[in-house]
Nanobody, 124 residues
Framework: QVQLVESGGGSVQAGGSLRLSCVASGYWSNSNCMAWFRRPSGREREGVAAIDADGRSYYKDSVKDRFTVSRDNAKNTLYLQMNSLKPEDTGMYHC???????????????????WGQGTQVTVS
């Protein structure tokens, strides 16, 4: 059974940084897509970034110059380095796993079979 466990969230002031981590256990494939989604309070879930097993990455336009998605396949871990944080980045951040390479639109939630419980990020 696949489990995804996020960590690294917290409360920071605008302009600060956080690094999120997501550890996957129970299943692994060399061809998969891992992604970060967030759900701001009272709003729809939105895709933030994604990365294929070979390192090809995808970003939401509003974060591409501030966030960096990466992964360590040996550790089955996904990361999201978030710099220059803004209040609009506030939300619950979830990682997701698809057993195939990312689709062109990584925001399509239908491609992800597994989701983590989330870690809260609050920017004030």
């Amino acid at each position: 059974q696949v489990q995804l466990v996020e960590s690294g969230g917290g409360s920071v002031q605008a302009g600060g940084s956080l690094r999120l981590s997501c550890v996957a256990s129970g299943y692994w494939s060399n061809s998969n897509c891992m992604a970060w989604f967030r759900r701001p309070s009272g709003r729809e879930r939105e895709g933030v970034a994604a990365i294929d097993a070979d390192g090809r990455s995808y970003y939401k336009d509003s974060v591409k110059d501030r966030f960096t998605v990466s992964r360590d396949n040996a550790k089955n871990t996904l990361y999201l380095q978030m710099n220059s944080l803004k209040p609009e980045d506030t939300g619950m951040y979830h990682c997701a796993l698809a057993p195939v390479y990312c689709r062109t639109d990584f925001r399509d939630v239908g491609q992800y079979d597994y989701w983590g419980q989330g870690t809260q990020v609050t920017v004030s």
